[in-house]
């Protein structure tokens, strides 16, 4: 999850909580609980995504294998009743959340398996009343989440998996995208009382404030070797300065460029750096002077290594 992600999360978890406590309002927005139950799910997978990133799947063992079947099995035969039911009363809000099938699946990623699970049995938990009639009982619910919990703490911790690790990326832009729609159709409905609840509209308004994190964290690692030996180089002068001039990076935003000297062991570190493109000018007295360029995106960290030449 990159800075802007782990905002906006932030926010909308803030946001639910907020709206959770406001129902007697909420409950009066025509079509608000299928948005907010959306919310809820993808918050979800977005946990489940999450794990992925640092999940490390070369352990995958014959206990997990059964966890997974297992998991898959008792999924499969919610669905089957939930898609029935669904189906029997044209409820398609709740035919589109859970309609999957087993190949669905049994070709997901662990992530993709447990948040697809997860989505399936909180909409049949919503709805499980009418469910008895088609067999889904609170109990046969309650086993399922115990298989979702079981595989979740299965999936083993350690090295990141690239393949999934970039599965889980993609994913988590889907997710965040869902988010954002159904963010903004609670927003609309939310302006529907913003002159007979002015304070709840008011909180509502800030709370969906999506405030950046990370200020100050580290943005840019630069790394200044001898081009020969491979050796740090302590005491070069590295001035960083951005290609748009109207970028401002240093303190009080008053100057256009930050000049440091690295550290024993060639190293310097910027913090705080807004987006934007660059240039690295680096230098040393009995050395060629260099210039790289250097991107800063969603305050991720970057990492540029110099080469310098003896003069």
Known sequence: MNSKQES???????????LLANTTITNTLTGFSTYFSVIQTTHTQIQAAQVQQEADKSGDTTAKKLLRTTLIAQTIDVVRKTVAYATNVSNNALLALVNYTESDL????DTKLIGSCQVIHDNANTN????GTYGVTAAILTTLQTSINNFYAAIPKGRVDNTDSG????????????????WAKIDILVETVKI???NFYNE??????????GTGSLSLKIQVTDSQTG????????TLTPVDPLLKIAANNKKNNITKKTAKGGG??????????????????????????????????????INMDKA
């Open 8 to 18: 906006y999360d932030k926010m909308s978890l803030a946001s639910v909580s907020f």
């Open 106 to 109: 049994k070709k997901s990623s």
């Open 128 to 131: 499980v009343a009418a469910l």
């Open 167 to 182: 599965e889980a990326t993609q994913l988590l832009l889907t997710l965040f995208k869902t988010l954002k729609t159904n």
């Open 196 to 198: 007979s609840q002015p």
């Open 204 to 213: 509502y308004q800030s709370v969906r404030q999506v405030i950046p994190v």
């Open 231 to 238: 050796e740090g180089l302590a005491n070069v002068t590295v």
């Open 268 to 305: 310097s570190h910027f913090k705080g750096l807004p987006d934007g493109d660059y240039t690295v000018n680096a230098k040393k007295p009995g050395r060629k002077e260099t210039n790289s360029n250097v991107s800063v995106v969603n305050g991720e960290l970057n990492v540029l290594n």
